[in-house]
């Protein structure tokens, strides 16, 4: 079966200093990768996806940047993080080929930028 | 444009009663509707999809949900609440018109259930 990881869960980063989060996904190959934010537990924002390695497509200009090294890995970054930046971060995948497939997210990572 | 709304921040039922949690869509082609539920610190969970058929989904959990084409609405259901329902819904659909697997989500829905 399928399964999603993010990591850290939880992260406290002064203004200023550089983030990396990271997300895998196995027992599904090829799979689109997505970066989500959700601010004070309500909508979704989709940050970036991706459709394959190396593949990525940004939706929002922003402090952030997102990698696909592998296949099943999607990393969020940021060079200097924002007080803006704080939130609580989705790693989802879904199928490659199936449209009308649903997404699959990971546990999440609660970041506080002081 | 593809578009999800969600028109009640939040919905407020006894224990025992039946819910509704409202959505409606706006799309270009046929839709790909989606709900998910998530609970407090936790990613979302799918509950239910309708892509093509009866208009009428079940899902996890006891959820339902009816696809209403002229309305273009996707209500979700549940015949008798649980407290332990009580969580943020999320409605979801395919954004088909960029070629991507884009998916667009509705605003969220607290849905509280009491005791």
């Known amino acids: 079966s399928q399964t999603i990881h993010q990591w850290p869960a939880t992260l406290v980063q002064p203004v200023g200093s550089p983030l990396s989060l990271e997300c895998t996904v196995e027992?599904?190959?090829?799979?689109?990768l997505y970066w989500y934010r959700q601010a004070a537990g309500r909508g979704l924002q989709l940050l970036f996806y991706?459709?394959?390695?190396?593949?990525i497509s940004s939706e929002v200009p922003q402090n952030l940047s997102a990698s696909r090294p592998q296949d099943r890995q999607f990393i969020l970054s940021s060079k200097k993080l924002l007080l803006s930046d704080s939130g609580f971060y989705l790693c989802?995948?879904?199928?490659?080929?199936?449209?009308?497939?649903?997404?699959?997210f990971g546990p999440g990572t609660r970041l506080t930028v002081l | 444009a593809q578009s999800v709304a969600q028109p009640e921040d939040q919905v407020n039922v006894a224990e025992g009663n039946p819910l509704t949690v409202k959505c409606t869509y706006s799309?270009?082609?046929?839709?790909?509707l989606f709900w998910y539920v998530q609970y407090p610190n936790r990613g979302l969970q799918f509950l239910l999809k309708y892509i093509t058929g009866d208009n009428l989904v079940k899902g996890s959990y006891g959820f339902e949900a009816e696809f209403n084409k002229s309305q273009t609405s996707f209500h979700l259901k549940k015949p008798s609440a649980l407290v332990s329902d009580s969580a943020l819904y999320f409605c979801?659909?395919?954004?088909?018109?960029?070629?991507?697997?884009?998916?667009?989500f509705g605003t969220g829905t607290r849905l509280k259930v009491l005791a």
């Open positions: 027992g599904t190959s090829n799979p689109n």
């Open positions: 799309v270009s082609g046929n839709p790909y």
């Open positions: 979801a659909v395919r954004d088909i018109s960029s070629g991507t697997y884009k998916y667009i």
């Open positions: 991706s459709v394959g390695i190396g593949q």
């Open positions: 989802a995948w879904g199928p490659f080929a199936g449209g009308n497939n649903e997404q699959f």
